[in-house]
């Protein structure tokens, strides 16, 4: 039933989880038959009930351009400043998520308050295997939150910007009382700034 390795990868390589949309390649190189790493990251998700706050000072705003905004003074601070924004929509229009990350490995998932889709965002579903993600909580004690996303990108010798992540950024406000904030940040090596935006 295995393949041959090069039928094998060139198999693997366009597979995508039906219910996730998650890609499998990496999963796969070891094994012919893998959970998803979504799935097996919500079952993770869902045995652990860490609750995660946000740290340091607080900011509060009105709306989820405010989360731009302290991005951007986040990353100033942190040495890689903010290029490309995104602010995350579910597919079903709703921008209202309950938040999960686990920083070291660099994974973060969101769960739509509206249609329960949960997604893995960026490239976590390839750091997923090990992850032990941890629930976001306001400072207030809500955990429902609007998520903007902001990348540093590396710079060419010329000075120019390259399509390359260097370092990414979740930022969150709360949908009770507005308190804007970076939730989690680590350095990405997405090649193709774009591409890693569009699946959050
Ligand atoms: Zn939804
Ligand atoms: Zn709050």
């Not at 999963?27 to 045995?47: G, I």
């Not at 070291?104 to 992850?131: L, N, P, T, Y």
Request: some cysteine.
């Amino acid at each position: 039933m295995r393949p041959l390795l090069l039928d094998f990868k060139r198999t693997i390589r366009a597979e995508q989880c039906r219910a996730h949309g998650a890609r499998l390649a990496r999963f796969h190189k070891w094994k012919v038959v893998s959970p998803c790493p979504v799935t097996a990251a919500v079952r993770h998700l869902k045995k652990l009930c860490m609750t995660l706050k946000k740290r340091g000072k607080h900011w509060y705003g009105d709306d989820q351009a405010d989360i731009r905004v302290e991005l951007s003074r986040y990353s100033d601070l942190n040495g890689y400043p903010i290029d490309d924004f995104a602010d995350v929509q579910c597919k079903c229009g709703n921008d209202e998520f309950y938040f999960f990350t686990d920083e070291d490995e660099g994974v973060a998932v969101r769960r739509c308050i509206k249609c329960g889709d949960e997604h893995m965002m960026g490239d976590s579903a390839e750091f997923a295997e090990h992850a032990e993600i941890g629930q976001h909580e306001c400072n207030c004690e809500a955990n429902v939150f609007q998520i903007t996303v902001g990348v540093h990108r590396y710079r060419n010798q010329d000075d120019s910007l390259s399509n390359d992540v260097r370092w990414l950024y979740l930022g969150c406000r709360c949908s009770s009382c507005g308190l804007v904030g970076c939730y989690a940040d680590w350095k990405n090596e997405y090649n193709g700034y774009e591409k890693l935006l569009a699946m959050m």
